[in-house]
């Protein structure tokens, strides 16, 4: 085999383990050190660090972990497998194990927690229960608990495998509150929200054809608009409002920013609606 077809080899064995490889795993599948100098000099793969390399396209996250000897973990790891995340950019998360080197970046926020789930040493991002152990300890309860029954909803992860782990108090109060059932991140912030209203409380039924977000006693309806309420969207929305209008139903219908930044108007619309009796079905 030519120096050239060495490179390309081993170059290609860096691709085939995501992009980005430990040299110990590569010299495991026959790549040996001097295939390994060559793939460099032929410019196929650089060098992260000591015992990593990457090839030139690989993904830059997984590039900066494996640089500086982390996982990527929490919320950073939470939207990256498509979880439902707070919108605010929270900076990258990552974890290192206690007793890991030091000398991290300061624009990382760094978890240094012992994971629940052993790190495999090619590991550069967190298993689903590292992940959400962290973001429970990381985040406020209502975007703990967003992500976490994005998970379940996702079937990432099973509630009884997380009943099992030792927890800390912070994930266990997640965990007690969390169901797969809510259809988005919006919909999981209500159910805290209005439980003081001690009123039945349903997500995601159907009702007329089309499902409701949540619906309030008998015929209080709550729904949320989300970016994709436009257009051809926006115009069944607005056909199914009067349809359940004509059903005896009232509707109150908010969107993202609104939830997410004036709770306080939405609350109170909810509250007056309730007042008013909007919530019960007509008496017989």
Not at 14 to 28: C, D, E, F, N, W
Not at 153 to 170: D, F, M, S, T, Y
């Amino acid at each position: 085999m030519s120096p050239q077809q060495r490179a390309e080899r081993a170059a290609q064995m860096v691709r085939a383990l995501g992009g980005v490889a430990r040299s110990v795993t590569l010299r495991a599948r026959g790549i040996t050190r001097h295939d390994m100098r060559l793939a460099q000099d032929a410019g196929f793969v650089v060098r992260l660090r000591p015992g990593w390399l990457a090839v030139r396209d690989a993904d830059p996250l997984e590039v900066l972990a494996a640089r500086h000897g982390v996982v990527l973990t929490c919320v950073t790891q939470a939207r990256r497998i498509g979880l439902w995340v707070h919108d605010e950019d929270p900076g990258l998360h990552v974890g290192a194990s206690p007793g890991s080197a030091g000398g991290k970046p300061v624009d990382m926020h760094v978890h240094w927690a012992r994971p629940l789930v052993p790190r495999h040493p090619d590991a550069l991002a967190d298993p689903i229960e590292n992940v959400l152990a962290l973001v429970a300890d990381c985040e406020p309860f209502e975007q703990a608990l967003a992500v976490w029954e994005s998970a379940l909803r996702q079937g990432l992860v099973r509630r009884n495998i997380l009943e099992r782990l030792p927890l800390k108090a912070a994930a266990r109060a997640v965990l007690r509150e969390a169901t797969p059932f809510r259809d988005s991140g919006l919909e999981t912030y209500l159910h805290p929200r209005l439980r003081w209203l001690r009123l039945p409380i349903r997500y995601q039924i159907w009702i007329a054809g089309h499902r409701v977000d949540t619906l309030i006693g008998d015929r209080l309806v709550l729904q949320i608009d989300g970016a994709t309420h436009t257009g051809a969207q926006r115009n069944e929305d607005i056909r199914h409002d009067a349809e359940l209008t004509l059903m005896g139903y009232h509707v109150i219908r908010v969107g993202y920013r609104q939830v997410m930044e004036q709770w306080h108007v939405v609350q109170d619309l909810i509250m007056r609606a309730v007042a008013q009796g909007l919530h019960l079905a007509p008496a017989v």
